[in-house]
Nanobody, 120 residues
Framework: QVQLVESGGGLVQAGGSLRLSCAAS????????MGWYRQTPGKQRELVAT???????NYADSVKGRFTISRDNAKNTVHLQMNSLKPEDTAVYYC??????????????WGQGTQVTVSS
């Protein structure tokens, strides 16, 4: 019963910036890892960035140095700051969270996805 609500997607010109946000709500004991993934038609969903509950981050090579993932544990939110956007960044971006819904029971939750389009 955990829900993820994403915001911040849109249309931006190459070289511009966007900030994606994802808020988790519902019944849970805690949130472990959170992350952002993206997918385009005909391609597999790929990892963009993840962050652990302790703040450890991981980035895809294609976005390293341009994107920054962060989280606010008090608000159960995760953000993705995307700078120097390129047309190849165009995709539907999905928020993901791993939660401990009850002692010993994990759950993976996905957001509905938000479209990011980068024009030339």
């Amino acid at each position: 019963q955990v829900q993820l609500v994403e915001s911040g997607g849109g249309l931006v010109q190459a070289g511009g910036s966007l900030r994606l946000s994802c808020a988790a709500s519902g019944s849970m004991f805690s949130i472990n890892g959170m992350g952002w993934y993206r997918q385009t038609p005909g391609k597999q969903r790929e990892l963009v960035a993840t962050i652990s509950n302790g703040g450890r981050t991981n980035y895809a090579d294609s976005v390293k140095g341009r994107f920054t993932i962060s989280r606010d544990n008090a608000k159960n939110t995760v953000h993705l700051q995307m700078n120097s956007l390129k047309p190849e960044d165009t995709a539907v971006y999905y928020c993901n969270a791993e939660t401990l819904v009850t002692p010993g029971i994990f759950s993976q939750t996905w957001g509905q996805g938000t479209q990011v389009t980068v024009s030339s």
